[in-house]
Each structure stands twice: as C-alpha cells, then as structure tokens.
C-alpha cells in the first residue's frame, strides 16, 4: 500500500520541517561546470547535489514540471531520474509535482498515471475551474495528495481569483470552503495559497482551518516569511509546506552552488522554525 501523502507531511511537521525546496531547475542557468554533459545529465545531477545538501532542513521538494518539460524527453528524463533518487535515498520526504493539471474525468485518469506510475510523485497540485466531479480520479485516491489552487501569489491573482461570486465572498474563498466541506472526502486535500497575499492566506486559514497548506511567494518574489507563517499555522502549529525555489537552488551560480543551497536552506529553516516556536 503506498505511503500517504498527509502521512508523511505530519511526520516532517513532527520534527518541525516546513520548508519545501522548488526543483526549478533550468539547465541555462546551471553553473558552467555542470553543463558540460547532456541535458539530462546536467539537470539530474544538479538536482541530486541540490537535494543532497538541503534534504537535513526539508520537508517536502517540489519540481514544477514546466522547466522540465521545457527540454523536451531530456527534460523529462532528469525530472523521473530525480524523483526515483528522492524516493530511493530520502524515503520520507515527500514529493509534490507542481503540473497545475485539471481536465474531464477520463482524461484525468492519465494525469493520475503520469504522477504515480511515471514520476512517482506523492502529490500533485490541480485547478479546481472544471470542479468537484471531474477531479474525482485524483481525489477518490487516498494516498495521492491533491492540492488546489485557491489564491495564487502571482500579480495578476486578482483578476479572477478575487471576484465576487454568489453570496458575495471572493471566488477564492469559495474554493477554499469547497475543498475543506465537500471535497476532501479521503483526507488527501491541500490548498496552495501565496505568500504575497496575507490577508486571503489567513481568511482561507479560518475558512479551511486544518487542511495543508502548500505557499509559494517567499523568497525572490519577495512575500513576508513572519505573516506568512503566523497566518498559515493551523491550531496544532503545523499545516504549512512553505516553498522557496530560486532564492536557495540559484543562491551561487559558481562551482559552489551546493554550499550556497545548504546555507540558505538553513538560514530559511532557522527562521521558519523561529516564528513558529514564538508563535506556540
């Protein structure tokens, strides 16, 4: 029987690791030394290197599959060679594919294949637009963690997910209160919220108050670590999968990038940990 997403968030929870390292990888901006074998090779062992030194301060990593898909079956190659090292070398740490993806309920059927079977990801992140019923491959699958988007901490956010629907609260909210009431039937679900966003993150937080929460934006798009924790922290001073991508695997683009890495991870899990046992 696979190992439950939720189930091994709690564990990393338990020894109070919230920092989620974004595999953003792109193979034009790896150092030159890296670069020097195939495509494939180069973003695999750039991974491996990365993970190696930060995996002592993280609790979940999460490539998103757009830089990897970006170079074609190379790309893609990397991306299943990295999650069979995570799942090979560091068991319990969970990974999360960062694909975005929703369609009709057949045609999800393959996306749950190609997270599972291909790149043996313990979750993935989906949009709730075509709504509950089509979603149902992904959700009826206990052990498969399904985090939604519900408030998004790029710019334009705004423009759709901040609309006033029936009863006049934000479509956000909506989708947050669905997700929590109606949806999370297994116990599977999660919500992705943005870090550059505090005021949403922490109404979701009340509206959905123990579902994790996984919260991108801090780091190079600049979000406030204090707010983000003290408004994402659920009522057992957990429930946060806080993602920094850029600002730790491109903190050197010399041949020292790893011990850059490991430095900021720890530096970010420091101060993650800081605010949460200030907060308990």
């Not at 998103?64 to 970006?70: D, M, S």
């Not at 408030?151 to 909506?174: C, I």
């Amino acid at each position: 029987m696979p190992v439950a997403f939720n189930e091994l968030l709690r564990k990393q929870w338990e020894k109070q690791r919230f920092l989620c390292v974004g595999l953003d990888t792109d193979y034009a901006k790896l150092p030159k030394g890296i670069r020097q074998t195939s495509i494939a090779d180069a973003i695999f062992e750039f991974n491996r290197l990365i993970i190696e030194a930060t995996a002592d301060f993280c609790g979940a990593y999460k490539p998103n599959i757009a830089f990897y898909e970006g170079y074609g079956l190379e790309g893609l190659d990397a991306l299943i060679r990295t999650n069979r090292y995570l799942r090979e070398h560091y068991p319990d740490i969970p990974i999360i594919l960062d694909a975005k993806r929703a369609d009709i309920g057949s045609t999800n059927q393959g996306y749950v294949k190609m997270v599972e079977d291909v790149f043996l990801a313990h979750g993935i992140t989906v949009h709730p637009y075509l709504g509950r019923e089509a979603l149902l491959p992904f959700l009826e699958r206990p052990h498969l963690g399904v985090i939604v988007l519900c408030h998004t901490s790029n710019p334009g956010a705004s423009e759709f997910q901040d609309l006033a629907v029936a009863g006049g609260e934000p479509l956000y909210r909506k989708v947050a209160e669905a997700v929590y009431r109606e949806w999370n039937t297994q116990g599977n679900c999660g919500l992705v919220l943005g870090a550059t966003y505090p005021e949403q993150l922490s109404e979701v937080r009340k509206a959905a108050p123990d579902l994790p929460f996984l919260i991108p934006g801090v780091g190079a798009q600049g979000g406030d670590l204090e707010q983000t924790v003290k408004n994402g922290l659920d009522e057992k001073g957990a429930g946060i999968i806080i993602n920094a991508s850029r600002s730790i695997i491109y903190a050197s683009s010399g041949d020292d990038f790893a011990e850059a890495a490991r430095n900021e991870a720890k530096k970010m899990d420091r101060a993650i940990k800081a605010v949460v046992q200030r907060l308990s």
